[in-house]
């Protein structure tokens, strides 16, 4: 076995045991796209209101451009402190694929959308991987 076959090994060995952590844990709550749509709408049409109807010289429509960029990081770092936060005190929220390379965490998205086959000794990684994927908790971060 070569070193790269063994470094594949052990990266693989790594992802196995993240995954049982994952599956051996209760699901973990998903994030409600409509309730998450419906706070990006209305947020970015009481921002958008506010700023039309000012007029267009007027520093409300600064103050309303930074209160949005202010709120749009604020929910960036809340979720990016309670992600690193909740990765100490519970470790199976740490992502599955954390161990794998760019190539390997291709492959297990490819099989997640259905694209190929996993061989039988990768479906656990790739079942930890997809139920992390479903919960949808970037989702938060990216929409701030």
């Known amino acids: 076995m070569t070193d790269t076959a063994a470094a594949a090994e052990w990266r693989w060995a790594r992802a196995q045991e993240q995954a049982r952590l994952v599956l051996a844990a209760a699901p973990p709550r998903w994030v409600s796209l409509p309730w998450l749509a419906a706070a990006l709408v209305v947020t970015l049409v009481v921002l958008v209101g506010v700023a039309l109807a000012s007029g267009p010289e007027s ?61 039988d000794d990768r479906l656990d990684v790739v079942r930890a991987t997809a139920r992390q994927t479903a919960a949808g908790r970037a989702l938060v971060a990216v929409a701030g």
């Open 59 to 119: 520093t409300v429509r600064w103050a309303v451009a930074i209160a949005g960029v202010v709120a749009g990081f604020g929910v960036l770092v809340f979720e990016t402190a309670r992600m690193v936060r909740g990765r100490t005190r519970h470790p199976e929220e740490q992502p599955v694929g954390r161990a794998l390379s760019g190539r390997e965490r291709y492959a297990v998205d490819r099989v997640i959308r259905g694209r190929t086959v996993a061989p």
